[in-house]
């Protein structure tokens, strides 16, 4: 049978309005749980423009776009918030009992008394490279990102692409892959120096292949590859590959979020103004991904609007409770909570 992880709130998202509605929601005693199709938390904060500096914080008045993420991961840290990355929220349910049941692209099965759509732009999902005869091979030798390093033990690898994925997969997988062959365009990347290097050190002792040039051809049977021709400066090369990683960046895609049975105007959940609800009561959308009249997608509104909804999530959760308004900095509750008395 499949193991339910159980918890109050399910939060569809890791972006910085997700990571903060735990804050709020914690505040009122509730669990949250957050699912991300990334492999970190910070949505496009982390993944778009991570050493841009935001400007329009209130409280700083500059902040790099990680900055903020390592910093509401301090504010939430108090309220121990369980993550689970690298999986895509692909089903939505209400049961039976007004709880809801959260299936992901993985099988793993979650139930929440209430639902945070958080979910931004969409889900971030893998650009697919202009290689030729690519798509029968996908999920079966080709893949997008790594999930479990054991998938690649012992195989002929090629990892095609110049970023911080590709140099960090170049060498965190070299010990695991039987060969490993990494393809970019051009000699220079737009990876960190230090990987960069790294790499360069252990092409120097034959521990791997760096090829410039263009993955152009694949060969193989019923989804397995078996080579890659690889076209470069001086011709064409032909290299053992038996499962390829391209990492030619990301896209957002509203995704599955269009068939939970949700209105939907141009792409966007509408909610109103008071609790951020969606049409279907006890699933709320915050941030990016909601709308209603005047709507502005920043990151303040979604910091906003997980404060109402935190309070019209609690009254499902514990409804009949009295809801006491509070500040955190005179509340010796709250300040409990947050583990500073
Ligand atoms: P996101 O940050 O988009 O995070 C949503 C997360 O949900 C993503 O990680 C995604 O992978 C995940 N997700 C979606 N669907 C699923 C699913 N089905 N399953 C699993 N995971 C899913 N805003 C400002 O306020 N000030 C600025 O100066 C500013 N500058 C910006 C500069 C750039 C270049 C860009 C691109 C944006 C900027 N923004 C700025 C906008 C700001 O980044 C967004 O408003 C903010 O990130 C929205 O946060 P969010 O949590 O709602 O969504």
Known sequence: MTDITKTD??????????????????????KC???????????????????????????????????????????????KPDFTYNRMVSSLEKLEDGSFRVTTDENEVFEAKVVVIAAGGGSFQPKRPPIP?????????????????????GHDLVIVGGGDSALDWTLNLQP?????????????????PDSVNKMYAMQEMKQLDFQVGQVTGLT??????????????DGDVE????????????????????????????????????????????????????????????ILSGFHEVALMAQAAKRIISPGERIVFQYTTSST???????VV
Not at 34 to 54: F, H, N, S, T, V
Not at 133 to 153: A, N, Q
Request: proline fraction near 9%; charged fraction near 20%; aromatic fraction near 10%.
């Open 9 to 30: 709130v399910l939060i569809v998202g890791a972006g910085p309005v997700g990571l903060f509605a735990v804050f709020e929601l914690g505040l009122f005693d509730m």
């Open 33 to 79: 749980h957050l699912i991300d199709i990334l492999d970190r938390p910070g949505g496009q904060c982390a993944e778009l423009y991570p050493e841009k500096p935001i400007y329009d914080i209130p409280g700083w008045p500059s902040i790099s776009a990680q900055g903020l993420v390592d910093k509401l991961l301090e504010q939430i840290a108090p309220f």
């Open 133 to 153: 005869g690519i798509e029968p091979y996908e999920g079966k030798s080709v893949f997008y990102s790594v999930r479990r390093m054991e998938d690649f033990r």
């Open 176 to 192: 695991v892959a039987k060969s490993v062959t990494l393809v970019h365009r051009r000699p220079e990347f737009r990876a960190a």
């Open 220 to 233: 193989g049977a019923d989804g397995q590859l078996s080579s890659a021709v690889i076209k470069g400066p």
């Open 239 to 298: 290299v053992p590959c038996t499962r390829m990683l391209p990492f030619f960046g990301l896209t957002m895609k509203l995704g599955p979020i269009a068939e939970w049975g949700l209105n939907l105007h141009e792409n966007l959940i509408p909610v109103d103004t008071e609790k951020f609800q969606t049409s279907v009561p006890g699933i709320f959308a915050v941030g990016d991904i909601n709308w209603y009249p005047g709507k502005l997608k920043l």
């Open 333 to 339: 509750s709250l300040q409990k909570k947050l583990g």
